[in-house]
């Protein structure tokens, strides 16, 4: 009834026991594997998986991140936690591996990385505009501060001009 996949192996690597949970995500039923060594690790997790039966040999419980084949050759990621199957005694007599499909939660984080790098180069982009536009302000500052500056001498100069005059001249237009 465990809803996650669980194998039982025994007599150096073969499968004394899967349940349904297994066959539903792997295909392989009970009776086609029972006394029967199951490959179904790829390549490129070999070296893995031989490391995680040697640690649990040695009494390590164990959990590690690999991939499997289903039998229809499709490749799952996958999450295993291994241990030993000890008689009454406390004799070692096989290994219980419980397995767990992450396919779908592998892909929602590759999907979810996409996005993140998406989102720092957008980031990156708008640090860049941003550091642009404030050196445009600088800029603009400085020059809208020169341009008081100057008129600020120049108000001075016509209130010295003004102040200085002797005579102080009046026009104005007869028409008003």
Do not use: C
């Amino acid at each position: 009834a465990a809803p996650i996949p669980i194998t039982v192996y025994k007599d150096k690597g073969k499968v004394s026991y899967v349940n349904p949970a297994f066959t539903d995500t792997y295909g392989w039923t009970n009776e086609e594997l029972m006394g029967k060594r199951l490959d179904f690790v790829p390549e490129h997790e070999l070296e893995k998986t031989k490391d995680a039966v040697i640690r649990t040999m040695n009494g390590e419980r164990v959990f590690i991140e690999t991939q499997r084949y289903t039998r229809e050759k499709r490749v799952l990621d996958v999450q295993l936690y291994s241990a030993l199957v000890k008689n009454r005694n406390g004799e070692a007599t096989g290994l219980f591996v419980l397995s767990r499909d992450i396919t779908e939660i592998k892909k929602v984080e590759k999907e979810l990385e996409k996005h993140q790098q998406h989102l720092e180069q957008l980031v990156e982009e708008r640090t860049a505009a941003l550091k642009k536009s404030e050196e445009q302000y600088r800029t603009l500052f400085k020059e809208v501060e020169y341009g008081y500056y100057e008129a600020e001498k120049g108000r001075k100069l016509i209130e010295q001009i003004y102040r200085t005059s002797i005579s102080m001249q009046i026009s104005w237009d007869r028409n008003e």
